[in-house]
């Protein structure tokens, strides 16, 4: 039998030292014995949940107070219990009483272990989607848990446990919603220079968020002026669109711009953050813009950056292409890209007509299209070599994972993103003693050796 509650103003017994018990805070403390002190009782459990589980038997709780937390095997003839109380006003629990050894047939030892709740089970696994990029299904879970506890669950179990061990590390994605206005104050606060807004409805419901940071705005100027532009799906409960803009630095490095969070890719959401977009950076002379051919980004375009060139991703239009002309899909790549990145009219008609041999519709196709928009020898403006939307679909992939967070949570990921990339280049940059960027030094010798031989030829 547990021992009956004492009088909390009473001394604890005289075999423990209190003053002298080191207090445990670990909710994965493994070790438990008499005269131990908890930091509080929600500890004290966690810690006897994860020994019942680690040692393969059940308890189960004989009381449980405010005052007093006792358990005893739920096997009645097995002798282990447990009792902890209150260490006087404070929330500390010293453990009074502790049975270490228990007798308990194989027949109970290994049913499903009722210690192991999907909240308990979260706590345990939850270092392990402190990466965002783990991927771990409730299934791969279910596996693991058996080795290494042999603890049996159902798949919901197991899905609940994640739902537990998520939340806990990330936030709840309902919940993250009112943090965003804290958030932008603070990265204004630590990050002066940064440029954030927020557009709610009239019922305080979010509409759009931006963020553009420092050192984007402080480096667009160095800049290549091609701006790339793209939209992605969120992941989360509550769904979404990342629209962001990026370009490349004078080393060739993917350059983030800005990021915007909205409900989709509407005329709504695209206009305002072009006008977001335009206020931050405003316009520089022989600035284009490339896109997808989403109807959306066109015409806010075309409304809030008249001024400006506007074209198109070349693998879009080629992806356009293999659907309305399918007989020879697989044969357009080479003559079409060869007719993207032609540097002379020769070369252009050259492509143009491999593409005429293969389907005699394709060169009204994309006359309708504009060659202006597409085609490198035709541009009003110097595209260098960003002849499609490449930049912007690889920072897409390394916002994979992120794009699964609850907002709050994204934006900060987002954060981090830049900080780390805009650290690396500068480091890289630093270490740089040429006029060029490495790659920029690599043509020019490349291009240098060429002449060379070709004086010795000749």
């Not at 509409?207 to 992605?232: N, Q, Y």
């Not at 070349?314 to 293999?322: A, D």
Request: glycine share 4%; proline share 3%.
């Amino acid at each position: 039998m547990v021992e009956k509650l004492e009088n909390t103003s009473k001394k604890l017994d005289p075999e423990i030292d209190i003053n002298n018990a080191k207090l445990i805070t670990d909710k994965h403390h493994l070790e438990v014995e008499k005269g131990q002190a908890y930091k509080d009782k929600k500890t004290l459990k966690n810690v006897l949940s994860y020994y019942a589980i680690k040692n393969n038997f059940q308890y189960k709780v004989w009381k449980s107070c405010s005052q007093e937390y006792s358990l005893k095997c739920v096997y009645e003839s097995c002798n282990w219990s447990q009792r902890a109380s209150r260490n006087g006003p404070t929330n500390t629990f010293i453990i009074k009483r502790f049975s270490k050894i228990h007798t308990c047939p194989i027949n109970i030892r290994h049913e499903d272990q009722r210690q192991a709740t999907s909240k308990l089970i979260g706590e345990c696994i939850k270092l392990k989607f402190l990466n965002i990029k783990t991927k771990a299904t409730p299934m791969d879970m279910k596996g693991e848990l058996k080795y290494r506890y042999d603890i049996k669950m159902n798949y919901m179990k197991a899905w609940r446990s994640k739902e537990h061990a998520v939340n806990d590390l990330r936030g709840n994605a309902s919940d993250l919603y009112s943090l965003i206005p804290s958030f932008l104050h603070m990265m204004e606060k630590t990050n002066p220079g940064s440029v954030v807004d927020l557009k709610t409805t009239e019922d305080n419901n979010l509409l759009f968020v931006f963020m553009a940071l420092d050192a984007s705005i402080k480096g667009w100027g160095t800049c290549r002026p091609i701006v790339v532009v793209d939209g992605t799906f969120l992941k989360v409960a509550y769904g979404g669109t990342l629209l962001c803009a990026c370009t490349q630095d004078a080393a060739g490095h993917i350059f983030p711009l800005v990021f915007c969070v909205a409900d989709s890719e509407n005329d709504q959401s695209w206009k305002w953050f072009f006008k977001k977009f335009k206020e931050v950076y405003g316009v520089r002379e022989h600035q284009c813009l490339i896109s997808d051919r989403n109807e959306s980004p066109i015409k806010a375009a075309r409304e809030i950056y008249p001024e400006i060139t506007h074209s198109y991703c070349g693998y879009h239009i080629l992806s356009n292409l293999k659907t309305s002309f399918k007989q020879h899909a697989a044969k357009y790549n080479l003559p079409f890209f060869g007719a993207v990145k032609a540097y002379t009219e020769k070369q252009f008609e050259f492509h143009m007509a491999e593409l005429d041999g293969l389907d005699k519709r394709i060169r009204p196709y994309l006359k309708k299209v504009s060659y202006e928009k597409w085609s490198r020898i035709h541009s009003q403006n110097k595209r260098y070599s960003t002849m499609t939307s490449n930049i912007s679909e690889s920072l897409n992939a390394a916002n994979l994972a992120a794009r699964e967070l609850p907002i709050t949570t994204l934006l900060e990921c987002l954060r981090a993103l830049v900080q780390q990339w805009t650290h690396t280049n500068r480091t890289k940059a630093h270490n740089t003693f040429t006029k060029l960027s490495p790659a920029g030094e690599d043509i020019l010798l490349k291009n240098y050796t060429y002449s060379l031989n070709l004086e010795c030829c000749c």
